[in-house]
């Protein structure tokens, strides 16, 4: 029998995925104690204990999940979802990768995947790239969206054993810590992290030996226009800040950059403001001005964001 690519959160023994309940073998827990984890109607699994929660409802809100599905499939950030796509195409059909992995799945976690806008193009590489893509996030109704859409779309891991085809990619939606990742070390090729936190120790702990790490940030003057309407003091994104803390487990292979015009709608300003943490950090006299000047003329900003390609250190 194969080893499980998943790991208990409670235990760390091995964790089996079943269509109606998620179950660990107990083997390391000190009574051998199973426990079970139901798998939600959406098709996602809650991998989430209370203990590791800092909030009753971590994560993105609705109201933040609602906003950026309607800003992003307006495709203002396509450009950064392609670019995104294509390095990982290029990454993946690596001959050094491919002599590595040999015969072995390809594995890929995508960290802080939100409601999977970046996460469904992946999906859309097929099993040539990614055999298995782990949908990962703490914010349960983010990854309740993400399940929805990969189900309408037949990627679920349970249809594709139903259907027992290797035609398409297995997408797994996790509500998860990343700090506490459910997943059995070294069984990542690859991590994608948009948007989302680094954590160095965590990252190494599940990638494979020379593993590959995707971060995407936003670039310095990402949105300038729209952050001078909103705040009186702007500091630019430092956006490259955490390399430091990655440089004992990676190395830098590639830095990317891309920037597209927006023209934004009243709706889109708004839908941008709420995903985003000027939501709260702006004061509501300068959201409420910003919101009133784009009812008669459209908005003009441009988003620029910066992607890192990172390999593990062999040790």
């Known amino acids: ?68 599905k ?14 995104i796509s294509q390095k990982m195409a290029e990454l993946l059909s690596n001959d050094e990768l ?32 990614i055999d298995l893509l782990i949908a990962a996030d703490i914010s349960k109704p983010a990854v309740v969206e993400l399940a929805k859409v990969s189900k309408v779309a037949g990627h679920l891991w349970y249809q594709l054993r139903q259907e027992n085809t290797a035609k398409t990619t297995t997408v797994y939606p996790l509500v998860t810590s990343a ?21 160095p120790e965590a990252f190494d702990n599940v990638l494979m030996d020379t593993g590959y790490l995707i971060i995407a940030k936003p670039d310095v003057g990402h949105l300038a226009t729209m952050r001078d309407a909103l705040f009186d003091d702007v500091r630019e994104h430092d956006s490259d ?18 920037s597209t015009e927006l023209t934004l709608s009243a709706g889109d300003v708004a839908d941008l403001m709420t995903m985003t943490p000027y939501a709260y950090r702006a004061r509501s006299e300068k959201r409420q001005a910003l919101l009133t000047a784009v009812e008669t003329a459209a908005f003009s900003t441009e988003a620029k964001f910066v992607v890192y390609i990172l390999q593990k250190i062999s040790v």
Request: glycine share 6%; net charge negative; with cysteine.
């Open 241 to 258: 800040k955490f390399l430091q803390e990655l440089a004992p487990y990676f190395t830098l292979v590639e830095t990317c950059r891309v």
């Open 1 to 68: 029998m194969p080893v499980s690519l998943f790991i208990c959160p409670l235990c760390q023994s091995p964790l089996e995925p079943a269509a109606d309940t998620w179950r660990c073998d107990g083997s390391l827990h000190p009574k051998h104690t199973s426990h079970p984890f139901d798998v939600a109607r959406q098709g996602y699994v809650n991998l989430l204990p209370v203990q590791q929660k800092k909030s009753k409802a971590p994560g993105d809100s609705q109201e933040s999940i609602d906003a950026r």
């Open 179 to 199: 700090a506490h990742l459910p997943l059995r070390p070294h069984s990542m090729t690859g991590i994608s992290s948009i948007f989302s936190p680094i954590l």
């Open 70 to 83: 309607r800003f992003l499939n307006h495709g203002h950030y396509a450009p950064l979802q392609k670019l």
């Open 98 to 129: 491919i002599n590595e992995q040999a015969s072995a799945p390809v594995n890929w976690l995508d960290i802080g995947c939100g409601e999977g806008y970046y996460t469904q193009e992946m999906a859309q590489m097929g099993p040539d790239a």
